[in-house]
């Protein structure tokens, strides 16, 4: 079972930045990865993937511009910058990940997903 641990959370002004941390246990070259969020009372939203092969990405409309999924595999840790942000991204966000080397169709598809971290808040007012 693969194990994800998110970093990086925390509280900032409107207009501020974050970089969300996911380090993941074992290899992960051949997976997968996503960020999801989820605010109160609303469901589990994706935010962006990225491809196992060759990287490329896929962003959610409402944060197309302003957030950049990345990836070193070396340290088998994924990244999310968040810049620009706003209080509507106010939220719990989540690292996931899949076997596959393309799950950009599967953004909006959390049930998809297999393995998943324990969420670092984030926090914009």
């Known amino acids: 079972h693969a194990q994800l641990v998110e970093s990086g959370g925390g509280s900032v002004q409107a207009g501020q930045s974050l970089r969300l941390s996911c380090v993941a246990s074992?290899?992960?070259?051949?997976?997968?990865m996503a960020w999801f969020r989820q605010a109160p009372a609303k469901e589990r939203e994706g935010v962006a993937t990225?491809?196992?092969?060759?990287?490329?990405?896929t962003y959610s409309d409402s944060v197309r511009g302003r957030f950049t999924i990345s990836k070193d595999y070396a340290k088998n840790t994924l990244y999310l910058q968040l810049n620009s942000l706003k209080p509507e991204d106010t939220s719990m966000y989540y690292c996931?990940?899949?076997?596959?080397?393309?799950?950009?169709?599967?953004?909006?598809?959390?049930?998809?997903?297999?393995?998943w971290g324990q969420g670092t808040q984030v926090t914009v007012s």
């Open positions: 074992g290899p992960q070259n051949d997976y997968c």
């Open positions: 996931a990940a899949r076997s596959g080397g393309y799950c950009g169709y599967l953004l909006q598809t959390s049930v998809a997903w297999s393995y």
């Open positions: 990225i491809a196992g092969g060759d990287g490329s990405t």
